[in-house]
T-cell receptor, first 115, second 114 residues
Framework: AQTVTQSQPEMSVQEAETVTLSCTYDTSENNYYLFWYKQPPSRQMILVIRQEAYKQQNATENRFSVNFQKAAKSFSLKISDSQLGDTAMYFCAFRTQGGSEKLVFGKGTKLTVNP | EAGVAQSPRYKIIEKRQSVAFWCNPISGHATLYWYQQILGQGPKLLIQFQNNGVVDDSQLPKDRFSAERLKGVDSTLKIQPAKLEDSAVYLC????????????FGSGTRLTVV
């Protein structure tokens, strides 16, 4: 069974600075997807960034980028130029390619951006 | 396009009562998911539908939880009887179909069992 571990329950960062959220996962699959979701108090899960395991190049979406280390099964999220609106819960998630394709989530990291 | 609609937004019930949640996915999305998110944890899949057929319900407590997706569109999730440990946010999500990764989540229903 796949598992996702987020070892940082809470983190804080000053506005405009950079923060990195950690995620490790365990799987025997070779083809899969990894995601970072943001969940603000409104509760809706918002996709931040995704990475296909077969791609060596790290994904980037504006201020958000990932460091994907497939051999180490590590998938960290870097947020540059942090903004107050980035304050939220962040979940790392894994999804197999094929099968039921359900998302398996970590426990989340609560990120607070301070002014 | 309209998002995934869920209702009610909040629900408080006493233990042993029954409750139902409703989800309307994005139009044309074949796959629908119900996730349970207990406070302090990440969401956990309860059941996945492909059109109106069940793909995965391995983590659904079938003695008290049931779900259906009529005509492959709307879905309802029911709990009967509810237990204190069922207090959680119930998230519905939909995607275009197997093989796509365009998940869209609703805002969830927060259930409190007292």
């Amino acid at each position: 069974a796949q598992t996702v571990t987020q070892s940082q329950p809470e983190m804080s960062v000053q506005e405009a600075e950079t923060v990195t959220l950690s995620c490790t996962y365990d799987t025997s699959e070779n083809n899969y997807y990894l995601f970072w979701y943001k969940q603000p108090p409104s509760r809706q899960m918002i996709l931040v960034i995704r990475q296909e395991a077969y791609k060596q190049q790290n994904a980037t979406e504006n201020r958000f980028s990932v460091n994907f280390q497939k051999a180490a099964k590590s998938f960290s999220l870097k947020i540059s130029d942090s903004q107050l609106g980035d304050t939220a819960m962040y979940f790392c998630a894994f999804r197999t390619q094929g099968g039921s394709e359900k998302l398996v989530f970590g426990k989340g990291t609560k990120l607070t951006v301070n002014p | 396009e309209a998002g995934v609609a869920q209702s009610p937004r909040y629900k408080i019930i006493e233990k042993r009562q029954s409750v139902a949640f409703w989800c309307n996915p994005i139009s044309g999305h074949a796959t629908l998911y119900w996730y349970q998110q207990i406070l302090g944890q990440g969401p956990k899949l309860l059941i996945q539908f492909q059109n109106n057929g069940v793909v995965d319900d391995s983590q659904l407590p079938k003695d008290r939880f049931s779900a259906e997706r009529l005509k492959g569109v709307d879905s309802t999730l029911k709990i009967q009887p509810a237990k204190l440990e069922d207090s959680a946010v119930y998230l519905c999500a939909s995607s275009p179909g197997v093989g796509g990764y365009g998940y869209t989540f609703g805002s969830g229903t927060r259930l409190t069992v007292v």
